[in-house]
T-cell receptor
Framework: QKEVEQNSGPLSVPEGAIASLNCTYS??????FFWYRQYSGKSPELIMS??SNGDKEDGRFTAQLNKASQYVSLLIRDSQPSDSATYLC????????????WGAGTKLIIKP | NAGVTQTPKFQVLKTGQSMTLQCAQD?????MYWYRQDPGMGLRLIYY???????DKGEVPNGYNVSRLNKREFSLRLESAAPSQTSVYFC????????????FGSGTRLTVV
């Protein structure tokens, strides 16, 4: 059973601090990794994708991928109350170009 | 640019009733998907359509059928609703496969009583 694991949280972070979200996956041959943000009652929204080992930065967001250890993380710098949401990690299913394996999400709360 | 449009947004069904969830995208995407989301379980793929004219089962297809009506539209049908199908349903689309990420519709909250 291919799995994507995330700590369900909630993860509480003070405003202005760095929020660190982690995700581990079981399929060693996965090649594509995504972070989605989901506000309560809303649909998921893609915020980051990463395909190679290392860091990828986009504004206040940094995705980190370590294929050897099978984990991917998302760092949010200068956290804002508007970052409060559930963050979903998704990993491609290696045996299909059309199926993603989803984590259950980490709820992030940014405290003013 | 509407993106992915789902209807209805809310629905209450009695056990055994049928209904069709509609989804349309205007981004010229080739691939479309139907997911359900239950608390603590993450998103689970019901069916997908890699391209117009094709459909395939996902992780949880039992009790559902789909139709890719044309490139824009992908519908999900519940033939005989059961309480276990109470969930939030999301339609999504992508240009081609999963490599570029998905765009999601706003969701349908379905309750089966």
């Amino acid at each position: 059973q291919k799995e994507v694991e995330q700590n369900s949280g909630p993860l509480s972070v003070p405003e202005g601090a760095i929020a660190s979200l982690n995700c581990t996956y079981s399929d060693r041959v996965s090649q594509s990794f995504f972070w989605y943000r989901q506000y309560s009652g809303k649909s998921p929204e893609l915020i980051m994708s990463i395909y190679s080992n290392g860091d990828k930065e986009d504004g206040r967001f940094t995705a980190q991928l370590n294929k050897a250890s099978q984990y991917v993380s998302l760092l949010i710098r200068d956290s804002q109350p508007s970052d409060s949401a559930t963050y979903l990690c998704a990993v491609n299913g290696a045996d299909s170009n059309y199926q993603l394996i989803w984590g259950a999400g980490t709820k992030l709360i940014i405290k003013p | 640019n509407a993106g992915v449009t789902q209807t209805p947004k809310f629905q209450v069904l009695k056990t055994g009733q049928s209904m069709t969830l509609q989804c349309a995208q205007d981004m010229n995407h080739n691939s479309m998907y139907w997911y359900r989301q239950d608390p603590g379980m993450g998103l689970r793929l019901i069916y997908y359509s890699a391209s117009e004219g094709t459909t395939d089962k996902g992780e949880v297809p039992n009790g559902y059928n789909v139709s890719r009506l044309n490139k824009r539209e992908f519908s999900l049908r519940l033939e005989s609703a059961a309480p276990s199908q109470t969930s939030v349903y999301f339609c999504a689309s992508s240009y081609r496969g999963q490599s570029n990420g998905y765009t999601f519709g706003s969701g349908t909250r379905l309750t089966v009583v």
